[in-house]
């Protein structure tokens, strides 16, 4: 397959920038005699100008083709040598080759343009359609020299390229980020907004039973939904922008807020048991939002994993460097080989009641422990249930 249009535009624009190409091709041709001299790109499938120095009006212009085929260039690259032929009538090799005839050629020099790298990008070429003497060591050493001057060059003008296409495609991406988490903060959220507005009118307004329980499961599923954005626009910083933010405040009380989030999940899950104990007495830096969601969405995993008839237990404690929270079940281990997996967004350990999210929860306690300058660790066997902890740095104490 050949290549693109904007590919060999990209190569006729690396050589157009290399300043010395005009000079050198002018030199050969005054050296050698010869009226015509260019920098081709040379594939499989074609032969295409970059920089032309015509002055037997042969016609080819910087982004011209010729048949490669036709050409003595593919002969060049094929042996990944010099093509040189002083009077092409008489050369008993190309007397029969159908360039000379075609393009009324005699002289004719092809060195190979090889990158530093081994890449073969094309030929350095000079023709006329007179006899010239052009076998001389002196001038194939020159042709030579100056493909590997142009190779060198040339070389660093399309690294250069690609670096600049790179940083394009990344200030494209960088929008295409920012965009969609626009949408998810702003244009998703919105409808829900009102929707939800709707459902608790309804609810307050309403006398028959069954439409205030239809109102309900309005708000119910609304909270859902807007849950499921946060976790999604969650995902979206945390794997497509610069990570989850945090706004840190120093929180006196870090007991009470976490007590909030036990007392939530233990009413929606009134059948289990979320045993909880607090050994805090320092002020703790942290965003504390992010701190509720992460105890919120372990403790949320632990009663979805953990077995039905033994408590969850949820610790959390200070120590000379770290915030430690702590949070245990028993029930079916982890197997090894998930271990590592288990904070990867849309990982699910398989459960009945694991289809009901999008699988982020546990990727999101990461991210939000990474943004808080911690670790996070899992063990997990029958014998000892599955513990997840968190620690989290303590400014020092002052002295």
Known sequence: MGETTE?????????????????????????????????????AESWIACAVADDVHFGVLPGGRLDVNTTLCIESRRARSPVVIEQASTDPRYCDHPAPRMYKIESFVSVPIILPNGRYFGNLCALDPNPAPVSEPRVVSMFTRFADIIALQLESELLRQQEHAALLDERA???????????????LRNPLQAVQASGELLERRLTDPVLRNIASRIKVSVRRMSGLINDVLDLARGRLGDGIGIEVEDVESIEASLSSVVIELQDARPERTIVSRFDVERTVRCDIGRIQQLA?????????????????EFAVRTDDTDLILEVWNQGDPIPPGNLEKIFEPYWRQSSPDSRQG????????SQIVKAHGGRMSVTSTLEAGTRFTVRLPLPRRAA
Do not use: W, Y
């Open 7 to 43: 590919v060999i535009k990209s190569f006729i624009r690396a050589v157009g920038r290399i300043g010395a190409v005009p000079n050198l091709l002018a030199v050969l041709c005054k050296t050698t005699g010869m009226r015509f001299a260019a920098v081709a790109r040379v594939t």
């Open 173 to 187: 991406s960088s929008e295409l980020r920012e965009q969609f988490i626009a949408i998810l903060g702003h244009d």
């Open 296 to 312: 919120s969405n372990l403790l949320a995993n632990a009663l979805t994993h953990g077995a039905p008839s033994s408590p969850v």
């Open 358 to 365: 999008l699988g982020l929860g546990l990727f999101i306690c």
